[in-house]
C-alpha cells in the first residue's frame, strides 16, 4: 500500500510540475499562430499552418532557396512563468524525418533566440529538450552569450531550415514546460 501511495504522489507531483504552454487537442485552433518564412527577407519559402481532423497542428510547405531564400517557421506568443523546478520543454509531435528548430524568446522584443535542434523520425515521439540546451542565436549566427536561463517565455517557434530545397510536414500536439 506504501508503493501506491508514493507512486500516486508522485504522478501528482509530475503533473503538477508540467505546464502547458500549448495543446491543440485542446485549443482546437491555430488561429493565434503565426506564419514567418524568408519572405520578411526577400526569399520564396512558403508554408502554412492548419489543424488536422484529429486536431494535430499541421505546419508543411515548402522551403526554397532561391532568391537568398531558405526558411520558414510559425510561432506562438505567450506568457509562461519559468520556474526553478523547470528545466525542460517537452514536445509531442510526429515529423518527416526532417530535422526542425524549436526556439524560444525569454521577451518578445528581444532579438535573439534561444534555438535547440531536433530531428524527426516519421513516428509521433515525445522530445525532451533541457532549457539549458537552447542556444542563443540571431539571423542563423551563433551569439557569444549565456544559453536560455530566464524565468519567462514569451515566445515559442518551430522553424526549418537545412540549407536545402524541400517540401515539409510536421504534426504538432503539444507543448509543455516540465
Same mark, same amino acid.
Given at each position: 500500500?506504501?508503493?501506491?501511495?508514493?507512486?500516486?504522489?508522485?504522478?501528482?507531483?509530475?503533473?503538477?510540475?508540467?505546464?502547458?504552454?500549448?495543446?491543440?487537442?485542446?485549443?482546437?485552433?491555430?488561429?493565434?499562430? +503565426?506564419?514567418?518564412?524568408?519572405?520578411?527577407?526577400? /526569399?520564396?519559402?512558403?508554408?502554412?499552418?492548419?489543424?488536422?481532423?484529429?486536431?494535430?497542428?499541421?505546419?508543411?510547405?515548402?522551403?526554397?532557396?532561391?532568391?537568398?531564400? /531558405?526558411?520558414?517557421?510559425?510561432?506562438?506568443?505567450?506568457?509562461?512563468?519559468?520556474?526553478?523546478?523547470?528545466?525542460?520543454?517537452?514536445?509531442?509531435?510526429?515529423?518527416? /524525418?526532417? #530535422?526542425? +528548430?524549436?526556439?524560444? $524568446?525569454?521577451?518578445?522584443? +528581444?532579438?535573439?533566440?534561444?534555438?535547440?535542434?531536433?530531428? #524527426?523520425?516519421?513516428?509521433?515521439? #515525445?522530445? $525532451?529538450?533541457?532549457?539549458?540546451?537552447?542556444?542563443?542565436?540571431?539571423?542563423?549566427?551563433?551569439?557569444?552569450?549565456?544559453?536560455?536561463?530566464?524565468?519567462?517565455?514569451?515566445?515559442?517557434?518551430? %522553424?526549418?531550415?537545412? $540549407?536545402?530545397?524541400?517540401?515539409?510536414? %510536421?504534426?504538432?500536439?503539444?507543448?509543455?514546460?516540465?
Amino acid at each position: 500500500m506504501f508503493w501506491l501511495e508514493k507512486s500516486f504522489i508522485f504522478f501528482v507531483f509530475m503533473l503538477t510540475n508540467s505546464i502547458i504552454i500549448y495543446d491543440f487537442q485542446k485549443s482546437k485552433t491555430v488561429d493565434d499562430w +503565426q506564419v514567418i518564412n524568408d519572405g520578411v527577407m526577400g /526569399g520564396l519559402s512558403k508554408s502554412e499552418i492548419s489543424l488536422t481532423k484529429e486536431s494535430y497542428a499541421e505546419f508543411s510547405g515548402h522551403v526554397s532557396l532561391a532568391n537568398n531564400g /531558405g526558411f520558414a517557421s510559425v510561432r506562438h506568443t505567450t506568457k509562461i512563468e519559468v520556474k526553478p523546478n523547470h528545466t525542460q520543454i517537452v514536445l509531442r509531435l510526429k515529423g518527416d /524525418g526532417k #530535422t526542425y +528548430q524549436f526556439r524560444l $524568446k525569454s521577451d518578445i522584443n +528581444q532579438p535573439q533566440s534561444y534555438v535547440k535542434a531536433f530531428k #524527426t523520425n516519421g513516428e509521433w515521439q #515525445t522530445i $525532451k529538450i533541457d532549457l539549458a540546451d537552447f542556444s542563443p542565436q540571431f539571423r542563423g549566427r551563433q551569439l557569444n552569450m549565456p544559453n536560455f536561463n530566464f524565468d519567462a517565455i514569451e515566445e515559442v517557434r518551430f %522553424l526549418i531550415a537545412n $540549407k536545402k530545397e524541400q517540401d515539409f510536414e %510536421l504534426l504538432i500536439d503539444n507543448i509543455r514546460l516540465k
